[in-house]
Nanobody, 116 residues
Framework: QVQLVESGGGLVQPGGPLSLSCAAS????????RGWYRQAPGKQRELVGL???????NYADSVKARFTISRDNAQNTVFLQMNSLEPEDTAVYYC??????????WGQGTQVTVSS
């Protein structure tokens, strides 16, 4: 079992920055991919970006060059730094991890609202 706890999120003006973090606990040695997803009202959950155990990072085209994923292995934490936020980035953001046995785990979700 893996537990994921997110923090961060909130209300930010267009063009502003915001940072999210996701701390993992439990059977963390089984994790090989960690990622961020988001779900806007009335839309399907979509991938924002992910980082593999060998530190390969991929981003959705919609956030490339604006969002950055990083990791602090000592703290078992993954971060999502979001810059130049747009109203279209408004969504509930979810932390995710996949284990080597194929199991998916999700955080509780945190609301990000981009509005003036």
């Amino acid at each position: 079992q893996v537990q994921l706890v997110e923090s961060g999120g909130g209300l930010v003006q267009p063009g502003g920055p915001l940072s999210l973090s996701c701390a993992a606990s439990g059977n963390i040695f089984s994790i090989y991919i960690r990622g961020w997803y988001r779900q806007a009202p009335g839309k399907q959950r979509e991938l924002v970006g992910l980082i593999t155990s060998d530190s390969t990072i991929n981003y959705a085209d919609s956030v490339k060059a604006r969002f950055t994923i990083s990791r602090d292995n000592a703290q078992n934490t993954v971060f999502l730094q979001m810059n130049s936020l747009e109203p279209e980035d408004t969504a509930v953001y979810y932390c995710n991890c996949r284990t080597r046995t194929g199991r998916n785990y999700w955080g509780q979700g945190t609301q990000v609202t981009v509005s003036s």
